[in-house]
């Protein structure tokens, strides 16, 4: 089979209908991670007691599994409690016809908060120890100096590599497939199944994808602008 250039086209306009799912499954996952990731990354940086060396010992353990696994196991956990009560009460179809993309939502949300932690624990690590000496020196507690000094600074240093974390979530979503949701690669191949297209089909998918990436990059680059101005 030659390869046919008209295909690519036609992968594409069906692998653009499901945008909006690789989207949901990285930028909610972006949001919830940062939002995670700043009070572990505080906890970690500044020792808080019990806390810290349980938080310490936990965020390398989970950083060792791979994101596919994440899916695979909060896909158990959270079906099989629901298979419980689908008999009670009676929930058979209602399981069935459930949307996974809110397991898949959860699962790279917890890889997110994993991940981003470190990065936001990394840029802390990379405001000078004598801005804190400056805060605590002018009267300003811890919470008012993180609020104020230390984390619009720590934010300007994290902006590149969250960035980086931003475009690894939109490409680790695709492997969403494992429990049968359709984003974009596997919305591509649903079209490579009918004409069995599947060159052009993986070449439309990464049209999609590079096109996301390059959008991400940019308004990295205009974010980073925007730090330095302040």
């Not at 060792?64 to 959270?78: H, S």
């Not at 890889?111 to 932690?117: H, Q, R, T």
């Not at 974390?165 to 695709?174: Q, V, W």
Request: aromatic letters at 10%; glycine letters at 6%.
């Amino acid at each position: 089979m030659t390869f046919d250039a008209i295909y690519i086209w036609v992968s594409f306009k069906v692998a653009i209908r499901f945008l909006h799912v690789t989207l949901l499954l990285s930028v909610i996952p972006l949001c919830v991670g940062v939002v995670l990731g700043i009070p572990i990354a505080v906890v970690r940086k500044f020792h808080l007691r019990v806390v810290s060396q349980a938080v310490s010992a936990l965020i390398p353990a989970l950083r060792g599994i791979p994101v596919v696994l994440y899916i695979l196991i909060l896909n158990f956990l959270i079906l099989k409690p629901l298979d419980k009560l689908s008999e009670y009460y009676d929930w058979a179809d209602r399981l069935r016809l459930m949307d996974k993309i809110y397991i898949g939502i959860v699962a790279m949300s917890a890889y997110a908060a994993v991940v981003i932690s470190e990065t936001l624990r990394g840029a802390l690590n990379s405001v000078p120890d004598g801005q804190y000496e400056a805060c605590v020196s002018v009267g300003l507690t811890r919470f008012q100096a993180l609020r104020r000094i230390i984390m619009p600074q720590a934010l300007a240093f994290a902006v590149p590599v969250l960035c980086n974390n931003f475009i690894g979530l939109i490409k680790g979503s695709s492997i969403v497939y494992v429990i049968g949701i359709l984003d974009v690669l596997n919305g591509a191949m649903t079209s490579a199944q009918i004409n069995y297209r599947f060159l052009e089909a993986y070449i439309a998918a990464a049209l999609v994808y590079w096109a996301l990436c390059i959008a991400v990059e940019r308004g990295s680059w205009l974010l980073e602008k925007r730090f330095k101005r302040h």
